[in-house]
């Protein structure tokens, strides 16, 4: 299959691969794959393009520049493009996948993708895995200002969020082995657009909605410990997520107004040096420190809106992820505990007939039934829906246990992720403090080298002024 | 750096060595003379022990002995019109340092006396650019100072200006020596002294010199360019003081913020286990970091105290110029006068009209005036004319007696202003040296903390 996108349905421009010319021809002989030279983006070590490898000598390779497990799977989100169509106005973003994964049959692909595309690919995910813990999609709407839905800013937050989410999903052990993950890596528009309608049926999915409405009313009863630490968590960390958001976001306010103000300070020494004579160049010398403070600081803020504030941002929504993620396995517990009460009634009732402390053969004889036959037959009923709730229950309670492992072994991971990616976001933001004042440093203290030199040389010279 | 001096001129020269390592900095230096200034507390902007060059002709009053303003405090009292009223008064310590036992002493002033001493001053050296007294009010605030007279900060800063008032005037060529000078430093009695010199009278009014500015005709050129200079600086200055204090204000915003993330990280770290040491101590990091603004913010007030009194200053300047366009306007008027007289005396000599009399036309009217009356009238007009030119030739000395002594001083002045200026701007660099130093230092810490997250 063509991992080439022309796509005729589209009113794309063609967007022609530049890896197209460099497409992989597939010996005949599936296990030898031969990789192009842009597969160098994977491994540091030059590539012979004619060099045959197996994937798995690839996969050896690549443990020696990650230090976790074997990657073999590569996504990136970018180039976004507007299109146009008389219903409405969309932007698409190009997905490129590199991988050497065997249930792929080709190891690149490249397609076109809209946000539409992202949020269906999560739903699948979540149908699927209820209990992981995904990274957040950006918001569908930003309600702040007037943020036009095709800023330039806007596209580029949402392309750098919607690229984070793949790869943690491509990073995710279970997550990536999905199908619709494939699906959504690797399918011409119109083949996604048939898949996405094959898909379980309005009424199923209504079901399912209307089971876990009725499972959060009923509510859980018997709550593990360990989750109900890992809810308060969420619920505290989320708070002071929200706190380092709205903090963040401020002091970028203030390093704006602080640098409004400084681009004025600058010109009025300018302006001063234009009415002297011996003070010109320390004048000048500090309008030019300061101009040159105002560009550092220009970067400084540019860093911290393109790093931490988004950041931050992302784990806001993470926390909602992570609460959606338990009350989804608080559901699945519900459920189970249902049909465990449902069994435990009819088991009662099974009791109950054997104490012939039943009313309803009175009634039964009514009907010109004798007592004896409808006995029996009641036992016969109540036996087979006891025998078909018992399995339900074991399967609940197997589906309980799952969930509850897969979120276990989620929430570490989660926590990992989530450490690493503070960590490295608060750490770059210290690195680029220092550096912004290690510049503003080396300005000033050029000024006060250049005029201790120029007033030595006066001296020196025995002149006066 | 080194000691420079002019050759030429009569400067004297306030030096100042910046010591980068440390946040504080010695302005004056005093070297040479046998001089220490009292020492002043840590944030003294202006003054501390330090060498001042005096090359001055005349005596050098610093030469003899200390002078500072060492304390401010409180008072109450009854005022003129018998309210109460609460003002603060400035201790000036002096010790004259001649032979090896310093005799200290030591009196209370207020502000208003100094501006007594300071109209004296102006009234009796018009041709000396008098030196400035710190602000009545507090402007060009931040929004963290009070405009408060009574803010112990304001007058912190302002007992320092006074000093350094004292000090300049101490260490002038002329000013050094007057007398009424050194009984303002020493007697309590110097309000008597002062009124007995009857400078009161001798001030201009300001209406006269507000005439002679629009009527002269050939101020010298110097002080036409000077006039307009003063006004730039002024203009210049201003604006600077009024700019830097909105960036400082904003400064302050953002070092506060990050106030917030100390809150948070140290909240956040109860609930964690592996974060919780590193943001417990990134958390201390930023609460340091946004307390340390309000000494950066301290330090720069001492910058703009340097930057008003030049602004003042250049008022000082405008009243020399003011006085040269008067005296100028009077000897321009006087010239005129004789000018006119001459002319007349000329007519009634040679018996013609030439220029429009009212005499003239009463005797044509009523008849042509006898010869004894023309001899009498001759005879005022010689007289006049006499005292006229005495007039102009005094007045012709006075206004180059003026110029002279004035451009003296002003020559004097300009040195200073550059070289001050100079040191403000480059204690300015050190100041915004310090502070990135300090963010450094912060932020490295931060990253560290961060990294052991």
């Known amino acids: 299959m063509s991992g080439m996108s022309a796509d005729p349905a589209q009113a794309l421009p063609a967007v022609m691969s530049p890896l197209s010319g460099q497409m992989l021809e597939l010996d005949e002989d599936d296990d030898l794959e031969v990789f192009s030279k842009d597969m160098n983006l994977m491994d540091g070590s030059p590539m012979n393009a004619s060099m045959p490898t197996s994937p798995a000598s690839m996969i050896n390779q690549y443990k020696f520049e990650e230090e976790t497990d074997a990657k073999d799977i590569f996504v990136t989100v970018d180039n976004p493009e507007s299109h146009v169509t008389a219903l409405e106005t969309f932007i698409t973003y190009r997905v490129v996948t590199k991988t050497t994964r065997s249930e792929f049959d080709s190891c690149e692909y490249e397609v076109r993708r809209r946000y539409q595309d992202f949020l269906w690919l999560k739903e699948r995910l979540e149908e699927g895995h209820p209990t992981l813990i995904m990274h957040p999609l950006p918001e569908k709407f930003v309600m702040k200002g007037m943020v036009e839905r095709f800023n330039d800013d806007f596209i580029e937050t949402r392309q750098k969020a919607l690229h984070k989410f793949l790869n943690r999903v491509a990073d995710h052990p279970i997550l990536s082995c999905h199908e619709d993950f494939k699906i959504f890596l690797t399918a011409q528009a119109w083949e996604l657009t048939s898949h996405k309608k094959q898909g379980p049926g309005f009424l199923s999915r209504m079901g399912d909605t209307v089971r876990a409405v009725a499972a959060s009313v009923r509510g859980v009863r018997n709550r593990p410990e360990e989750f109900t630490a890992m809810l308060e968590y969420v619920d505290s960390f989320g708070q002071k997520m929200i706190s380092l958001d709205k903090v963040t976001q401020r002091i970028v306010k203030e390093q704006k107004e602080y640098l409004g103000e400084l681009k004025e300070y600058g010109p009025v020494y300018t302006l001063w040096s234009g009415s002297e004579e011996e003070l010109v160049e320390p004048l000048k010398g500090v309008a030019s420190c300061i101009d040159r403070c105002c560009k550092a600081t220009e970067e400084q803020i540019g860093h911290l809106s393109e790093n931490l504030v988004p950041l931050l941002h992302e784990y806001v929504l993470c926390t909602d992820s992570v609460k959606a993620v338990l009350r989804r396995r608080d559901n699945i517990q519900a459920e189970s505990e249902a049909k465990n009460d449902a069994l435990a009634n009819r088991k009662a009732d099974r009791e109950a007939l054997k104490d012939s402390k039943d009313l309803g053969f009175v009634l039964g004889s009514f009907l010109g039934k004798k007592p004896e036959e409808a006995k029996q037959q009641k036992e016969q009923r109540l036996d087979s829906e006891i025998n078909e709730l018992k399995e339900e229950v074991e399967r609940l309670e197997d589906k309980v246990e799952c969930a509850n492992n897969a979120l276990k072994g989620d929430w570490l991971r989660w926590q990992g992720n989530m450490r690493s990616d503070i960590k490295a976001a608060f750490v770059s933001t210290a690195e680029k403090n220092v550096d912004y004042y290690e510049k503003c440093l080396a300005v000033w203290e050029s000024f006060l080298t250049s005029q201790t030199a120029a007033h030595d040389m006066e001296s020196n010279s025995g002149h006066s002024s | 750096m080194q000691s420079w001096c002019s050759g030429s001129s009569l400067a004297e020269f306030l030096q100042f060595q910046p010591n980068p390592q440390s946040l504080l900095y010695d302005y004056l230096q005093i070297k040479g003379a046998a001089l220490h200034v009292q020492p002043i507390p840590a944030n003294a902007a202006y003054s501390a022990s330090t060498d001042v060059q005096c090359m001055a002709e005349g005596s050098c009053l610093l030469r003899k002995m200390e002078i500072s303003v060492a304390e401010a405090e409180k008072r109450t009292g009854k005022n003129a019109v018998n309210m109460q009223e609460t003002y603060t008064v400035y201790l000036i310590e002096t010790s004259v340092t001649e032979g090896h036992n310093p005799v200290p002493d030591s009196l209370w002033r207020r502000y208003s006396e100094f501006e007594l001493l300071r109209n004296y001053l102006l009234v009796t050296y018009p041709f000396i650019v008098i030196p400035p007294l710190p602000e009545k009010r507090a402007e060009f605030v931040w929004h963290k100072l009070s405009a408060d007279n009574m803010d112990p900060d304001f007058v912190e800063r302002r007992r320092i200006g006074l000093e350094n008032f004292l000090l300049r005037v101490a260490s002038h060529p002329v000013l050094s020596s007057d007398k009424i000078f050194f009984l303002f430093l020493t007697e309590n009695g110097w309000k008597e002294a002062v009124f007995e010199t009857g400078f009161l009278a001798k001030s201009d009014s300001r209406l006269k010199a507000l005439n002679a500015t629009f009527r002269v005709k050939n101020p010298d050129k110097r002080f036409s360019e000077l006039k307009h200079y003063s ?47 590193g943001l417990q101590s990134a958390g201390h990091h930023m609460d340091a970091y946004a307390a340390s603004v309000d000494d950066i913010l301290e330090e720069e007030e001492h910058y703009a105290d340097q930057l008003k009194e030049y602004l003042f200053y250049a008022e000082a300047v405008k009243a020399v110029c003011r006085k040269h366009e008067l005296l100028q306007y009077e000897l321009e008027t006087a010239s005129q006068d ?50 006229g030119e005495v007039t102009v030739t005094e007045k012709t000395l006075e206004c180059e007696e003026f110029v002279k002594n004035a451009w003296k001083d002003i020559e004097r002045f300009k040195e200073q202003k550059d070289h001050d200026l100079r040191e403000a701007l480059m204690s300015y660099a050190v100041m915004q040296i310090s502070m990135c130093k300090k963010g450094i230092q912060v932020w490295t810490n931060a990253k560290e903390c961060f990294s052991k997250m």
């Open chain 2, 231 to 277: 006004d730039e600086l002024q203009s210049v200055t201003s604006q600077l003081l009024r700019v830097r204090a909105r960036v400082a204000d904003r400064l302050y915003g953002v070092y506060k913020v990050h106030g917030n993330y100390g809150r948070v990280f140290s909240e956040w770290s109860a609930i964690e286990k592996e974060m919780g040491d």
């Open chain 2, 338 to 387: 004789l000018a006119s007289k001459k002319q007349q005396q000329e007519e009634l000599a040679a018996g013609t009209v030439r220029t429009f009399s009212f005499k003239g036309m009463t005797s044509k009217l009523f008849g042509q005036e006898t010869p004894e009356q023309r001899e009498a009238k001759l005879k005022v007009l010689e007289e006049q004319i006499k005292e």
